[in-house]
Structure formats: C-alpha cells, structure tokens
C-alpha cells in the first residue's frame, strides 16, 4: 500500500529530477577613462552598454561590469561625435576585466 507520505515523496523526487539549473555567466569589469580633452565635459558624457544606459563618467572615470561576451559601448559627450566600440570580454579577461581610453572627435 502506498501512503500518502511515499506517494509526497516520490512527487518531490521526480519533480526535483525536471529541474534544470541556469548557470550564471561569470562578469569582468570594463573601466573607461575619458581623455584629456573631454574630462572638462564629464558630466555630461553618457555610457551605454548594448542600448541601455550605464551611467555618467565621474572625474573622468567610469567601471561597469559585464558578461564574457561581445557588447557595443556607446559613449555620447555634448560636443563630441560618439565614441563606439565593440568590446568582447573573454576568458583571458575574467576576473580582472580591461581598461579602455574613450578618445571621441570633436564634433564639426
């Protein structure tokens, strides 16, 4: 005879069977700093990762944190053309992430 606390039992274990896990893709930090040229206009230079806005650059500086996969990285600053870049963390970049110098032209 199968009482109801076997019958519970076998429920939870099969259904604790179809269960699959998500892994978590590791992320690596991607520092920027602002040239020279553009620090005076930081407040005003404005990050965003895949579409989606990051932040603001702060003294020059800015630090996100993203996947080990390819992003595009926009950088728009008043005055300035925008500064793009595909950035492709990878492996070699995990944990310690990568720094980039966000050197945009001077809008005409």
Known sequence: MITPRCLLA???LLCASCVTVASEQPWAPLRLTLDDQVVGAHNEAFVYV???YRG???GGKF???LTLEPHEVKVF???FQDWVREVALGRQEYPDGTALLVTPVRAQ
């Open 10 to 12: 076998s429920v939870l």
């Open 50 to 52: 895949d579409g989606d």
């Open 56 to 58: 603001n650059f702060v």
């Open 63 to 65: 630090t996100t944190y």
């Open 77 to 79: 600053t008043t005055g």
